[in-house]
């Protein structure tokens, strides 16, 4: 099966501070990442396409210098909260495309970010 | 871009009945249709899924319909059980990307 994996599972940072939140797909390549956040009880708002070897596209409203995305392998994508603050507290999830043509893409397990 | 509208938010069922949530779509060239599960606090997982070029699709108590014309599509569980219970997603991929665009999701009880 499609296997993809985040890392950390969960994290408090403090406000100001930066954290990291990766994705991993470990049995397939991936050339297109997605990063979503969903806050409570909420839908998954997609955030950031992260494309390998190229710069992430950023849906309306999302802040490109606060939420940094680099996709250097074809494997890893990451997500960095630059200057973290309360509101950014939410559950971030990561799919990983396998297969564009069918449609193919499979999710992480999700991050859950706390900044206090 | 695509906008995905899904009804009810919540819905609550008696343990053995069916449960049907249904979305619309705004772009007339979306061609892929999938459905989620979502328990709390995990990932979302692909239920069911429905191509532009079908109009229903069954796997043993789940079944997707679509009516391309309407631009909507339904998700029918039947002889429901308690651990069917969890938010229901729909989502819809348009025609110049490969993003999907999620409904509001449904919360769906069933009471033993």
């Known amino acids: 099966g499609a296997v993809v994996s985040q890392h950390p599972s969960w994290v408090i940072c403090k406000s100001g501070t930066s954290v990291k939140i990766e994705c991993r797909s470990l049995?397939?390549?991936?050339?297109?990442m997605f990063w979503y956040r969903q806050f409570p009880k909420q839908s998954l708002m997609l955030m950031a396409t992260?494309?390998?070897?190229?710069?992430?596209?950023?849906e309306q409203g999302v802040e490109k210098d606060k939420f940094l995305i680099n996709h250097a392998s074809l494997t890893l994508s990451t997500l960095t909260v630059t200057s973290a603050h309360p509101e950014d507290s939410s559950f971030y999830i990561c799919?990983?495309?396998?297969?564009?043509?069918?449609?193919?893409?499979?999710f992480g397990p999700g991050t859950r970010l706390t900044v206090t | 871009g695509e906008n995905v509208e899904q009804h009810p938010s919540t819905l609550s069922v008696q343990e053995g009945d069916s449960a049907v949530i249904k979305c619309t779509y705004s772009d007339s060239a979306s061609n892929y249709f999938p459905w989620y599960k979502q328990e709390l606090g995990k990932r979302p997982q692909l239920i069911i899924d429905i191509r532009s070029n079908v109009g229903e699709k069954k796997d043993q108590r789940i079944a997707v319909t679509l009516n391309k014309t309407a631009k909507h599509f339904s998700l029918h569980i039947t002889e429901t059980q308690p651990e069917d219970s969890a938010v229901y997603f729909c989502?819809?991929?348009?025609?110049?990307?490969?993003?999907?665009?999620f409904g509001a999701g449904t919360t769906v009880t069933v009471r033993a």
């Open positions: 992260s494309n390998e070897g190229s710069k992430a596209t950023y």
């Open positions: 799919s990983a495309v396998r297969d564009r043509i069918l449609n193919e893409q499979y």
């Open positions: 989502a819809a991929i348009g025609s110049n990307d490969y993003k999907l665009s």
């Open positions: 049995d397939f390549q991936a050339t297109t």
